[in-house]
């Protein structure tokens, strides 16, 4: 047993997400949203140095010292896996895990709309889940990969860095691979995927313009490609994808991509106050053919307007799914409001009127 372990077997007890370590501060559990110091002595650099070493393959310390930041994904048999990030800070070395649940939840055990498990169902397009770190991007991706796993005679292809749910073959082939270990990168991974006879391939992350260029490629020539952004609504991931590429190539990517999208679900992550946990609102565009015509035009400032009147089709506004939230006494009245994009709708049901400087 490592040394570390210790520490990730208190995150069970706690039913924390996130384990924090840090040279020069007491380690830090993320427990239903909020930080919460252990009671344990400050960590000095070259302690945390031999506990981090200590589990970590000898490539990626190998990595991490070139550079200064490795991803990977740690496990230990019968408790959890974890995602790990290994960075230096000015105290030293500092490192972050994240529990990867043994189990994989279903759409329906996350309490998603319909729509979102039809996704698993598609033949061929580009479906992007979005949202900042810690969303629950990874928790959706998996989900909906779960689901065209015990459905479909299909080859599922996951790249990923670090590999974090584990999908065992069901009706599916399902292959996993990791870059940095059975690969060098997205983009070269994703290139020899494409030879591979795939019919969905999950791209972890898309991060630069050549993995953009890929996916975007590959939906649009009969696969389905699931992946995720950084960005935080339907709108913002398109203009974030278009501007990717230079200006001289801009108008034949919005086409492109236009014929290719199927969907952006936009995540947004509250504290529940009905019991312990998290829960996500979900900002759902479906991509009706008005919907890419915007695109195609340039014209993304109208995609809201078009996910408010588009119900029927299985679109939600942020607002309206975090309103639902509300009124069944899921999250917070405050945490609402702050996580709102229209703050007036909101103010009805705060208990003290916010002050001015939050009205943005």
């Known amino acids: 047993m490592a040394q570390i372990d210790a520490f990730f077997k208190l995150m069970n007890e706690k039913g924390a997400s996130d384990l ?22 400050v960590l000095d650099n070259d302690t945390l140095k031999a506990m981090l070493y200590e589990i970590a393959p000898e490539e990626k310390v190998k990595v991490f010292e070139e550079t200064g930041d490795v991803d990977f994904a740690y496990e230990i048999p019968g408790l959890a896996r974890y995602r790990a990030n290994f960075f230096q800070q000015k105290n030293g070395v500092g490192a972050v895990f994240r529990e990867i649940p043994s189990t994989i939840q279903t759409c ?9 498990k039809r996704l698993a169902t598609l033949p061929r ?19 909906i990969v779960h689901e ?13 860095d670090p590999i974090e749910f584990v999908h065992k073959s069901e009706k599916a082939v399902v ?76 108008e034949q990517i919005r086409n492109t991509l236009a014929d290719g999208i199927r969907a952006v679900i936009s995540e947004t992550l509250f504290r529940r106050i009905d019991r312990k946990g998290r829960v996500a609102a979900l900002e759902i565009m479906i991509a009706t053919p008005a919907v890419r015509n915007l695109i195609r035009e340039g014209k993304t400032f109208q995609i809201p307007s078009m996910i408010q009147t588009g119900k029927k089709y299985g679109m939600q506004t942020l607002d309206d799914a975090i309103m639902d939230l509300l009124k069944k006494k899921i999250i917070s009245p405050d945490d609402a409001y ?11 049901f705060l208990k003290k009127p916010p002050a001015d400087f939050t009205e943005v």
Request: glycine residues 8%.
């Open 20 to 41: 924090h370590l840090v040279a020069g501060q007491q380690p830090v559990l993320r427990i239903d949203g909020e930080l919460e110091r252990v009671k344990y002595k």
């Open 108 to 116: 329906d055990q996350l309490g998603f709309p319909p729509v979102i």
């Open 125 to 143: 397009g580009l479906v992007l889940i979005t949202g900042p770190t810690g969303s629950g991007k990874s928790t959706t991706l998996a989900a």
């Open 148 to 160: 065209a796993n015990i459905t479909r005679k299909d080859h599922i292809i996951t790249i990923e």
């Open 175 to 250: 292959n996993q691979r990791e870059v940095g270990i059975h690969t060098r990168s997205f983009a070269a991974a994703l290139r020899g995927a494409l030879r591979e006879d795939p019919d969905i391939i999950l791209v972890g992350e898309m991060r630069d313009l050549e993995t953009i260029s890929l996916a975007i490629e590959a939906s649009a020539t009969g696969h389905l490609v699931l992946s995720t952004l950084h960005t935080t609504s339907a709108a913002k991931t398109v203009d974030r994808i278009i501007e990717v590429f230079p200006m001289n190539q801009r």
């Open 338 to 348: 702050m996580k709102c994009v229209e703050k007036s709708r909101f103010m009805p």
